[in-house]
């Protein structure tokens, strides 16, 4: 069965940074859309990052050329490399999966079907 299992986050000072990793298990990860989200307290879920065969990486603004996606075919894991971290960052960050997304909606949390259970960032 998919198995998502996120790890790295902490608390950390503004202009910090850290680096989330996600074990993946269960399914082809080499030919699997994965995916970063991140919810606040009282917000909805909310995409950060989208890649897909190791190369086609998609950013939502808020994030782009702080955060940078990235995967290991022969591990398999997820990364997400985050610096200039600010306060607003501060979330649950999540992993997901899916093997098809629709185009133009690869940052959209709703298409992904796999989740793993999360990991806290702070930055305070």
């Known amino acids: 069965h998919v198995q998502l299992v996120e790890s790295g986050g902490g608390l950390v000072q503004p202009g910090g940074s850290l680096r989330l990793s996600c074990a993946a298990s269960g399914f082809t990860f080499s030919s699997s859309w994965m995916f970063w989200a991140r919810q606040a307290p009282g917000k909805a879920r909310e995409g950060v990052a989208a890649?897909?065969?190791?190369?086609?990486?998609y950013y939502d603004d808020s994030v782009k050329g702080r955060f940078t996606i990235s995967q290991d075919n022969a591990k398999p894991m997820l990364y997400l490399q985050m610096n200039s971290l600010k306060p607003e960052d501060t979330a649950m960050y999540y992993c997901?999966?899916?093997?098809?997304?629709?185009?133009?909606?690869?940052?959209?949390?709703?298409?992904?079907?796999?989740w793993g259970q999360g990991t806290q960032v702070t930055v305070s």
């Open positions: 997901a999966a899916d093997s098809v997304i629709l185009p133009g909606r690869e940052l959209e949390a709703s298409e992904y079907s796999y």
């Open positions: 890649i897909y065969g190791g190369i086609t990486t």
